[in-house]
């Protein structure tokens, strides 16, 4: 499994021959727009977990380009089909296949609106996801707070791995996400991301290591990939 950071919210995730866009947004500082090619080179599938422009921003137009179905909350995935999107909308505790992956819908705490023309409409709960391949299980946490929902996704999946929103301000924070993962989870790798993007987000991921001593907690650097 190869996990890229595309920055922000945004991951490349190549495993078991698939290559999936978790919530491309490319269109932030961090994003250097001369390697976009090789962020988005390949992309078989499109994965939403919520509504808001800094992961859904530019998404129509990527998922033409390469031809990739867009998947996420039935809502969500709705308001993007009748906009000429291939998609795929299911919902909590609901699976798809990707090849041999499989990717569940898991709830996650936040909201979720997209703009449609000049309206800002409800787009559908948000969510997280559970990837499953190569023998592998990663959590992919979406924008949320902790949450008490995390207690069965952990007992049911057990995932290894886990992608957690750590920025703060508008998800919980490092200190949060921290204290997430040791209640909740048995993680043997975490990785931080909705961070550095803005001024109001955390910059950095001390807070996160500091608080799970013994778990290989790595920040990401855009592109960068990371081997697991």
Same mark, same amino acid.
């Given at each position: *499994?190869?996990?890229?950071?595309?920055?922000?919210?945004?991951? =490349?995730?190549?495993? !078991?021959?698939?290559?999936?866009?978790?919530?491309?947004?490319?269109?932030?500082?961090?994003? &250097?727009?001369? =390697?976009?090619?090789?962020?988005?080179?390949?992309?078989?599938?499109?994965?939403?977990?919520?509504?808001?422009?800094?992961?859904?921003?530019?998404?129509?137009?990527?998922?033409?380009?390469?031809? !990739? &179905?867009?998947?996420?909350?039935?809502?969500?995935?709705?308001?993007?089909?009748?906009?000429?999107?291939? $998609?795929?909308?299911? %919902?909590?505790?609901?699976?798809?296949?990707? +090849?041999?992956?499989?990717?569940?819908?898991?709830?996650?705490?936040?909201?979720?609106?997209? *703009?449609?023309?000049?309206?800002?409409? @409800?787009?559908?709960?948000?969510?997280?996801?559970?990837? =499953?391949?190569?023998?592998?299980?990663? @959590?992919?946490?979406?924008?949320?707070?902790?949450?008490? #929902?995390?207690?069965?996704?952990?007992?049911? @999946?057990? &995932?290894?791995? +886990?992608?957690?929103?750590?920025?703060?301000?508008? $998800?919980? /924070? *490092?200190?949060?996400?921290?204290?997430?993962?040791?209640? @909740?989870? %048995?993680?043997?790798?975490?990785? &931080?991301?909705?961070?550095?993007?803005?001024?109001?987000?955390?910059? /950095? !991921? +001390?807070?996160?290591?500091?608080?799970?001593?013994?778990? %290989?907690?790595?920040?990401?650097?855009?592109?960068?990939?990371? #081997?697991?």
């Amino acid at each position: *499994m190869k996990i890229i950071w595309l920055g922000h919210a945004g991951f =490349r995730i190549e495993i !078991a021959g698939q290559v999936l866009l978790v919530d491309p947004w490319l269109a932030h500082p961090l994003f &250097p727009e001369d =390697r976009r090619a090789e962020a988005i080179g390949g992309a078989t599938q499109i994965l939403l977990t919520h509504g808001h422009f800094d992961h859904t921003d530019g998404v129509l137009e990527l998922a033409q380009e390469l031809g !990739a &179905p867009i998947a996420g909350m039935v809502e969500l995935a709705g308001i993007l089909g009748d906009r000429g999107a291939e $998609t795929i909308g299911f %919902n909590f505790g609901g699976s798809i296949s990707i +090849g041999d992956v499989t990717a569940t819908l898991v709830p996650a705490k936040h909201s979720s609106s997209i *703009m449609v023309g000049k309206a800002l409409v @409800y787009a559908g709960e948000p969510a997280g996801f559970i990837l =499953r391949g190569e023998g592998k299980t990663l @959590y992919i946490s979406g924008d949320t707070d902790v949450s008490a #929902e995390m207690g069965p996704i952990a007992a049911r @999946y057990a &995932p290894q791995i +886990g992608i957690l929103s750590a920025g703060g301000f508008y $998800t919980m /924070d *490092m200190a949060g996400a921290a204290f997430a993962a040791k209640t @909740y989870f %048995n993680f043997e790798t975490v990785i &931080p991301c909705h961070y550095k993007t803005f001024p109001a987000l955390e910059q /950095d !991921a +001390g807070a996160l290591r500091a608080g799970l001593p013994g778990v %290989n907690v790595i920040e990401p650097e855009v592109l960068g990939a990371i #081997e697991l």
